[in-house]
């Protein structure tokens, strides 16, 4: 069983950056992604980001494209995601995934695994 773990999250004010860090307990798949969902109060879990494991692929949410990056380092099997100018909209509990799949990769069914979250507030 593969154990996803993000760290990072916290409290800022708006215009700050954060990095989250998501760290698997092994290699999760040859192919498929690793993918960044959050999930703000009284919300459905929406889809912020996702990296290829080749790394050469990469997509965005239109909200946080142009603020956000994605990254992965294959030696400490874990992905990032580099959050600038954040907006109090950005609050949200932001949770790791990973999937096998090669497509698909915005929709949560498409994900094996998942961490346990971090919180991420942003205030005014």
């Known amino acids: 069983q593969v154990q996803l773990v993000e760290s990072g999250g916290g409290l800022v004010q708006a215009g700050a950056s954060l990095r989250l860090s998501c760290a698997a307990s092994?290699?999760?798949?040859?192919?498929?992604?690793m993918g960044w969902f959050r999930q703000a109060p009284g919300k459905e879990r929406e889809f912020v980001a996702a990296?290829?494991?080749?790394?050469?692929?990469?997509y965005y949410a239109e909200s946080v494209k142009g603020r956000f990056t994605i990254s992965r380092d294959d030696a400490k099997n874990t992905v990032y995601v580099l959050m600038n100018s954040l907006k109090p909209e950005d609050t949200a509990v932001y949770y790791c995934?990973?999937?096998?799949?090669?497509?698909?990769?915005?929709?949560?069914?498409?994900?094996?695994?998942w961490g346990q979250g971090t919180q991420v507030t942003v205030s005014s």
């Open positions: 990296i290829s494991w080749s790394g050469s692929v990469t």
């Open positions: 092994a290699r999760t798949f040859r192919n498929g992604a």
């Open positions: 995934a990973a999937t096998s799949r090669t497509y698909n990769w915005k929709y949560q069914s498409s994900y094996d695994y």
